[in-house]
């Protein structure tokens, strides 16, 4: 691999600020089950706003795209999977092994995954970039393309001439 991106990844240890209510229920047993069959609208649009540093981006399509991605089938059992599997930290020895240059995108209202993870990200990958968007939050991407892509197509400008990546 010539190089590596983190959005608000997760790795090393951390306690969310905030929770989105949905994955707190997706953490509860039989309440988890239940999301595979009944997911509220609302729980959606609060779990949407939650994740974003500025809620008021956050459009009436902007929360039908999600609710329909929840419609489809399999995504609801593969989100609860994804939700009740994950241990933070459960690999961060292995955070320091990473030797290709990498470049980690952090929104600076992550509330999800605070910025301070980030930051570990950083100190154990030799030779990585820590870049923080300080408006945004867990989803930058989404939040302002734009300016998440700008550092994204610097590196890949940096790359070397390959046939993969002409």
């Known amino acids: 691999m010539a190089a590596l991106v983190l959005v608000d990844a997760t790795g090393p240890p951390f306690v969310p600020e905030s929770m989105p209510l949905g994955f707190a229920f997706a953490r509860l047993p039989v309440i ?16 949407v706003v939650s994740v974003y540093g500025n809620p008021a981006k956050v459009t009436d ?11 489809r089938e399999g995504n609801r059992r593969a989100l609860n999977t994804c939700i009740t599997q994950h241990v ?16 980690i ?14 930051e570990v990200f950083e100190r154990q990958i030799a ?6 968007f300080p408006e945004l939050g867990h989803v930058p991407q989404e939040e302002d393309p734009s300016t998440s892509v700008a ?10 001439a390959t046939k993969t990546n002409r």
């Open 127 to 132: 030779g990585s970039r820590r870049v923080v």
């Open 61 to 71: 399509e902007l929360i039908d795209r999600y609710f329909e991605l929840t419609l």
């Open 88 to 103: 933070p930290g459960e690999s961060a020895e292995r955070i320091a092994t990473l030797k290709q240059p990498t470049l």
């Open 105 to 118: 995108l952090w929104g600076g209202r992550d509330r999800l995954i605070p910025p301070a993870v980030g």
């Open 32 to 47: 988890n089950r239940l999301g595979e069959y009944l997911l509220p609208r609302p729980l959606v649009v609060q779990s």
């Open 151 to 160: 550092p994204v197509l610097d590196v890949l400008r940096q790359l070397p």
